[in-house]
């Protein structure tokens, strides 16, 4: 399975921006997507994540209300929604796709596949 984000950029507190992330391969296994962040300096935490079938979906308490994750079966795509962002948000975002059901959603080695990341920055 391949993973290709894109829509990072730079934006003001407040704003938003939307993240998107192509599967291609064997898209047939996967189970779950989510999204992970990376600040400098910091661990690698779970942002968001979406079970392909039924679409139930997982947040880290610090961004629900404000992110959405979202999916496109016919795509393969998955969508990360961010609004009212913070400075706190700034990081890299990298996706990822598990193709096991049984681990639990917010722990990173759930995840088989990973993409490249896509940065975000919001000023303050």
Do not use: H
Request: net charge positive; proline share 2%; glycine share 14%.
């Amino acid at each position: 399975v391949q993973l290709v984000e894109s829509g990072g950029g730079f934006v003001q507190a407040g704003g938003s921006l939307r993240l998107s992330c192509a599967a291609s391969g064997r898209t047939s296994s996967i189970y779950r997507m989510g999204w992970f962040r990376q600040a400098p300096g910091k661990e690698r935490e779970f942002v968001a994540a979406i079970n392909w079938t039924g679409g139930r979906t997982y947040y880290v308490d610090s961004v629900k209300g404000r992110f959405t994750i979202s999916r496109d079966n016919g795509k393969i795509t998955v969508y990360l929604q961010m609004n009212s962002l913070k400075p706190e948000d700034t990081a890299v975002y990298y996706c990822a796709a598990g193709v096991a059901g049984s681990y639990t959603a917010g722990v990173r080695g759930s995840y088989n596949y990973w993409g490249q990341g896509t940065q975000v920055t919001v000023s303050s």
